[in-house]
């Protein structure tokens, strides 16, 4: 796997959050799969977000998770994914120096 496609993982995953649902992964998904071009309109919410949380959880990213579910669920509209760029750009740093170094690891979130 290289690094542009790495790169997908916290896209998607940061995706998700513009929502302005509670802060729950699953439902922030699936709220965010019915936005126009969403990346998440054929991912199975629960299975994805059971992958992303087990690895926020080995990459010591739940903080930056929490935060940014946080900030998410605060936003008004649900497709427009503006807001929280210092919770997105601190979680997507996380996320990417965990898997610049797990890459397998990370791509499994997506399988």
Excluded: I, R, W
Excluded at 30 to 51: M, Q, T
Excluded at 64 to 89: I, N, P, T
Aim: glycine share 8%; aromatic share 6%; net charge negative.
């Amino acid at each position: 796997m290289n690094l542009k496609k790495l790169m997908t993982v916290p896209m998607l995953a940061m995706a998700l959050f513009a929502v302005g649902c509670g802060p729950d992964c699953e439902g922030n998904c699936e709220d965010s799969a019915k936005c126009d071009g969403s990346p998440l309109a054929d991912v199975d919410c629960a299975d994805y977000c059971s992958k992303v949380e087990d690895l926020n959880d080995k990459a010591g990213c739940t903080d930056q998770f929490d935060d940014l579910l946080s900030c998410a669920s605060d936003q008004d509209d649900v497709c427009k994914g503006d807001g929280c760029s210092s919770e997105s750009k601190a979680y997507g740093d996380c996320f990417t120096k965990y898997c610049e170094k797990h890459l397998e690891e990370c791509a499994k979130v997506f399988e």
